[in-house]
């Protein structure tokens, strides 16, 4: 290791996990990279799905009229479309490259239809826990287009759109984040490298979606499609793709500390809140704030 990287405090690799085949809402099949049972490792990361699907028969059935409350969902498409509505009269298309930021606060009850364009379909999305002092705040919706994503090359061979954070001087477009996160989709052509300063406290991974390569120098191992990498704690990750290439969304974010009490998709602190959160949805006062 050279004595820059070792002042840097490289992160290193503490755990790869594989995403499982699961499904989700009227039936939908996807791959869930971390959830319910990883918490608090990910911190304050609760879930990430990988909803890239081949068969349109996996995923038209999608994710009817349900709550959220707690925690903010981000949903970055890769291609086809999403269709999304809510109770409160919010509606809106995501295509291929774009992100949609929700912060659902106090209350949203939505949902989400996912349908092919030139017969594909696919996208992840994140659930990232809020703290106890914005649980229930005003919900809003940060819809950002794939042409307001910007993309920049800092080192030979790798290009990063850039979500939120900064690299190399240019930001993303998403802010005003609780969790002062960082959501970076990164390409790496075959053999090239790729390095980026990450507050050193922050929770950070990444998931591979594409190619195969490394995140530890030297390593022998390779991680590939649908592999997901914890990260020690530090202040720089490295990646290097195989004669592959690879790409993977690289992600970070600032920890609460907090208790999580988690039913279906209500994420609070006490199982008191959960049970108001319940009496709220079936008294129709689940939504507390007006549009």
């Given at each position: 290791?050279?004595?820059?990287?070792?002042?840097?405090?490289?992160?290193?690799?503490?755990?790869?996990?594989?995403?499982y085949?699961?499904?989700?809402?009227?039936?939908?099949?996807?791959?869930?990279?971390?959830?319910?049972?990883?918490?608090?490792?990910?911190?304050?990361?609760?879930?990430?799905?990988?909803?890239?699907?081949?068969?349109?028969?996996?995923?038209?059935?999608?994710?009817?009229?349900?709550?959220h409350?707690?925690?903010?969902?981000?949903?970055?498409?890769?291609?086809?479309?999403?269709?999304?509505?809510?109770?409160?009269?919010?509606?809106?298309?995501?295509?291929?490259?774009?992100?949609?930021?929700?912060?659902?606060?106090?209350g949203?009850?939505?949902?989400?239809?996912?349908?092919?364009?030139?017969?594909?379909?696919g996208?992840?999305?994140?659930?990232?826990?809020?703290?106890?002092?914005?649980?229930?705040?005003?919900?809003?919706?940060?819809?950002?287009?794939?042409?307001?994503?910007?993309?920049?090359?800092?080192?030979?061979?790798?290009?990063?759109?850039?979500?939120?954070?900064?690299?190399?001087?240019?930001?993303?477009?998403?802010k005003?984040?609780?969790?002062?996160?960082?959501?970076?989709?990164?390409?790496?052509?075959?053999?090239?490298?790729?390095?980026?300063?990450?507050?050193?406290?922050?929770?950070?991974?990444?998931?591979?979606?594409?190619?195969?390569?490394?995140?530890?120098?030297?390593?022998?191992?390779?991680?590939?499609?649908?592999?997901?990498?914890?990260?020690?704690?530090?202040?720089?990750?490295?990646?290097?793709?195989?004669?592959?290439?690879?790409?993977?969304?690289?992600?970070?974010?600032?920890?609460?500390?907090?208790?999580?009490?988690?039913?279906?998709?209500?994420?609070?602190?006490?199982?008191?809140?959960?049970?108001?959160?319940?009496?709220d949805?079936?008294?129709?006062?689940?939504?507390?704030?007006?549009?």
């Amino acid at each position: 290791m050279s004595c820059c990287l070792m002042m840097k405090q490289l992160r290193t690799v503490e755990r790869i996990l594989s995403a499982y085949a699961t499904v989700e809402g009227a039936g939908v099949r996807l791959h869930r990279a971390f959830g319910y049972y990883e918490v608090p490792q990910f911190d304050p990361f609760l879930m990430l799905d990988d909803f890239r699907a081949q068969r349109p028969e996996d995923y038209l059935a999608g994710f009817p009229y349900h709550p959220h409350r707690g925690i903010e969902t981000v949903t970055y498409m890769l291609e086809g479309a999403l269709d999304h509505e809510d109770s409160i009269g919010h509606k809106g298309r995501l295509t291929g490259g774009d992100v949609q930021w929700m912060t659902a606060g106090s209350g949203v009850i939505h949902q989400e239809m996912p349908g092919p364009v030139d017969g594909k379909m696919g996208g992840f999305q994140l659930w990232i826990n809020l703290p106890r002092a914005h649980k229930m705040t005003k919900p809003r919706y940060q819809h950002i287009r794939s042409a307001k994503i910007p993309s920049v090359s800092p080192q030979p061979g790798s290009t990063v759109r850039v979500i939120s954070g900064t690299v190399d001087g240019v930001t993303g477009p998403v802010k005003k984040v609780v969790s002062d996160p960082l959501f970076l989709d990164v390409t790496l052509e075959p053999g090239s490298s790729f390095s980026h300063g990450i507050t050193s406290a922050h929770t950070a991974f990444a998931y591979v979606f594409g190619g195969e390569g490394a995140f530890d120098p030297g390593a022998e191992y390779r991680v590939h499609n649908r592999d997901l990498v914890l990260f020690t704690h530090g202040t720089t990750v490295q990646a290097r793709a195989s004669g592959k290439g690879m790409r993977f969304l690289l992600i970070a974010g600032r920890p609460l500390g907090e208790p999580v009490a988690w039913r279906g998709s209500v994420v609070m602190n006490t199982r008191e809140d959960l049970r108001q959160a319940s009496a709220d949805e079936k008294a129709g006062t689940f939504i507390k704030t007006a549009r």
